[in-house]
């Protein structure tokens, strides 16, 4: 199943992309909407046949963690406004989704098909634009959003595996002290 799944992926991806815009009401925002929610869907569910998911939604749970409180925090700060003049505006919590999931599919899911990769990056474009485009946020705050994801998809990527990498050595050299020791007391 596991492999089906893994040679049939790229299928997959954009059979979610493609069900994401028919499930969408006739609109930009809506169709930014649901590809705002398929995208890093989609990348959970090739990071779980890929064996990476704990590692994906821990990240993916502290971008959008620290997207909300720094959305909160900045209160009522001219860069938070919306241009609908509304707050919590930065950074652009649909753009940082998107922008996560994409990455992580043009990163480590997507084999081989330049095409596929172009409509991940496309439909995660398309999602920034839909929030311009119906007075969600402004430009400034849809790229903060995206640079927000690409810090905790691709910077974090590898601080979570040097963490998990030292934790298993340390089990290691743990299991190997008490086999010594075991072995010296026999």
Request: proline share 2%.
């Amino acid at each position: 199943m596991k492999q089906t799944l893994l040679h049939h992926r790229n299928i997959l991806i954009v059979a979610v992309l493609a069900l994401a815009l028919c499930l969408s009401q006739r609109t930009v925002e809506s169709y930014g909407d649901n590809l705002q929610i398929a995208l890093p869907v989609a990348a959970f569910g090739c990071r779980i046949a890929t064996g990476g998911g704990g590692d994906y939604a821990v990240r993916f749970l502290a971008m959008l963690s620290t997207v909300h409180l720094t959305k909160w925090g900045l209160g009522d700060a001219r860069i938070n406004i919306r241009p609908s003049g509304s707050l919590h505006g930065f950074p652009s919590g649909h753009m940082a989704a998107a922008s996560f999931g994409a990455s992580s599919l043009v990163n480590a899911c997507i084999e081989k098909s330049p095409a596929v990769k172009t409509v991940v990056i496309l439909a995660a474009f398309f999602v920034g634009g839909s929030r311009i485009e119906s007075d969600s946020h402004t430009l400034w705050q849809v790229l903060a959003g995206a640079l927000w994801a690409l810090l905790f998809e691709r910077g974090f990527r590898k601080a979570t595996g040097r963490i998990r990498r030292l934790a298993r050595k340390r089990k290691t050299d743990r299991m190997a002290a008490g086999t010594n020791t075991e072995n010296i007391s026999r």
